[in-house]
């Protein structure tokens, strides 16, 4: 049975909209899109950034809205009071983007 849509095709559709994009500006607004849950509940946010620019290939708007995701779940599960990080790294040949955070994470019998 053949499947009802080409995986190949969406990939495609979804690089469509890859362009070099400065990782930087991507976490820098999802932490101010995320401020306000945070600081409803009165947590600690560190934001971590290179020094140096970091261009990635992809699509702004869905990055944003990816880091943007990750911040604003850490700031629903982690208790008032809490510490939430942001941290962007990368080297020659990848980004990477962590969000850690003092909530009491998923059970590991759930992962």
Excluded at 13 to 40: C, F, I
Excluded at 67 to 96: C, H, M, Q, R, V
């Amino acid at each position: 049975m053949q499947p009802k849509y080409d995986p190949q095709a969406l990939e495609r559709a979804a690089q469509s909209h890859w362009k070099s994009t400065q990782a930087y500006r991507a976490v820098e607004h999802a932490v101010e899109t995320s401020r306000a849950p945070m600081g409803e509940r009165r947590h600690a946010f560190t934001l971590t950034l290179p020094e140096h620019p970091v261009v990635v290939r992809g699509d702004f708007v869905r990055l944003t809205q990816v880091f943007s995701n990750l911040l604003d779940n850490a700031a629903k599960y982690t208790p008032p009071g809490g510490t939430i990080s942001l941290a962007l790294d990368a080297n020659e040949t990848e980004a990477t983007v962590s969000v850690r955070d003092s909530g009491e994470g998923i059970a590991p019998e759930i992962v």
